[in-house]
């Protein structure tokens, strides 16, 4: 069964960097053709794609946010990890973990961390 | 401003058949077979509904199917049943560049 939990701070003042963890079971992120994203959904909002670590360490930014991001993986803790700099209010979001295979959809989702940015 | 349209809302009866479009451009939706459809309930993480523009993963009900025509992807749900009220976003490959992007989302009703 594959399964993937973000955890990380649920607030962070403003100009802070948010860092946020997904620990996942079910597969290896060493494996051919595995990928993890990040997805974030402001409250009552959509959908917005972040970031993505493949197998080969490849890595991919929304461009629109791509300064601000870091993404990495620890095969053998079996986490991927996002910071996120100079955080505002704008960024506060439910943050969701997801992996995808060869097709990209995103086929496994975390639960959600939700996050706040506030003074 | 999301970059793939999306209808705000739909509705629909019981029983009765129900599609969402998703328009893009030719750099997205219509460049790629890579479309994908995600459920979602209140309060819960998205759901895989269909990928590569109509296809299935195991245990989505055969109610739900895609389909791509130019710029715009559909998703039709059929015999609507209370459960399948939810808010649907559409994804879309973007080439490798901007990578993925997710339409406005969908709140689907049913009456």
């Known amino acids: 069964q594959v399964t993937l939990k973000e955890s990380g701070p649920a607030l962070v003042k403003p100009t802070q960097t948010l860092t946020l963890t997904c620990t996942f079971s079910g597969f290896s992120l060493s494996t051919s053709g595995m990928r993890a994203s990040w997805i974030r959904q402001p409250p009552g909002k959509a959908l917005e794609w972040l970031a993505r670590i493949d197998w080969d360490d490849d890595k991919f930014y929304s461009t629109s946010l791509k300064t601000r991001l870091t993404i990495s993986k620890d095969t053998s803790k079996n986490q991927v990890v996002l910071t996120m700099t100079n955080m505002d209010p704008v960024d506060t979001a439910t943050y969701y973990c997801?992996?995808?295979?060869?097709?990209?959809?995103?086929?496994?989702w975390g639960q959600g961390t939700m996050v706040t940015v506030s003074s | 401003q999301s970059a793939l349209t999306q209808p705000r809302s739909v509705s629909g009866s019981p029983g009765q058949s129900v599609t969402i479009s998703c328009t893009g451009t030719?750099?997205?939706?219509?460049?790629?077979?890579?479309v994908s459809w995600y459920q979602q309930h209140p309060g819960k993480a998205p759901k895989l509904m269909i990928y590569d523009v109509s296809k299935r993963p195991s245990g989505v009900p055969d109610r739900f199917s895609g389909s791509k025509s130019g710029n715009t992807a559909s998703l039709t749900i059929s015999g609507l049943q209370a459960e399948d009220e939810a808010d649907y976003y559409c994804?879309?490959?973007?080439?490798?560049?901007?990578?993925?992007?997710f339409g406005g989302g969908t709140k689907l009703t049913v009456l």
């Open positions: 994804c879309s490959y973007a080439g490798s560049y901007t990578l993925v992007v």
């Open positions: 030719s750099s997205d939706v219509g460049g790629y077979n890579y």
């Open positions: 997801a992996r995808s295979v060869e097709s990209g959809a995103f086929d496994i």
